[in-house]
């Protein structure tokens, strides 16, 4: 792993009380156990101010949205997305804040940092359709996509309590996180 042993782990999501969210916070956890620092951005937690035309303009971006890239975004060199199937894509504010991300300090944001995917979803298929979209976006904006993808099925049978609770799924995120630590 290059010097900067920080990664930025984003909750795709602003749906409360989400399956995501858990999902994020056990990235976070393994990735700190591993002794790697990581931060969370949970999009349920961004002002919905962020969304307005004014986002398009560098001066018009709000002081939430500016706060996090100059610390989650530009000074990271990796970033872990966990995206949810939201007809049959990634959630639009995942989307938007992608973007607005993009209208201000483009490249220190993007160009050649590492991104690894983790789709999730109810359905059987975990979102793959969701991911290949996301990859493709990252990849316009000069991200290195991991080229394994996980793809997490059926998630409300893992996950009780606000826990991830399978183990077997357990081990196959922490193998991806540690596969994509190496990459």
Do not use: W
């Amino acid at each position: 792993m290059s010097e900067n042993k920080s990664i930025t782990v984003v909750s795709g999501t602003n749906r409360p009380e989400s399956h995501t969210a858990v999902l994020a916070r056990f990235v976070v956890d393994h990735l700190q156990k591993k002794g790697v620092e990581a931060n969370l951005v949970d999009l349920l937690e961004i002002d919905r101010s962020m969304l307005s035309v004014e986002m398009y303009e560098e001066a018009g971006q709000s002081l939430e949205v500016k706060q996090i890239q100059d610390q989650s975004f530009v000074p990271q060199e990796r970033f872990i997305f966990l995206a949810p199937e939201y007809n049959g894509s990634i959630p639009g504010v995942l989307k938007v804040f992608i973007d607005a991300l993009s209208v201000r300090k483009y490249e220190a944001s993007f160009f050649h940092k590492k991104a690894c995917l983790i789709g999730v979803a109810s359905g059987r298929a975990g979102n793959l359709r969701g991911l290949d979209h996301l990859s493709d976006i990252l990849s316009y904006l000069g991200v290195i996509v991991f080229p394994e993808k996980l793809p997490v099925s059926r998630v409300f049978e893992f996950v009780e309590g606000g826990q991830l609770t399978d183990e077997e799924v357990r081990k196959t995120i922490a193998k991806l996180i540690d596969d994509f630590l190496e990459f």
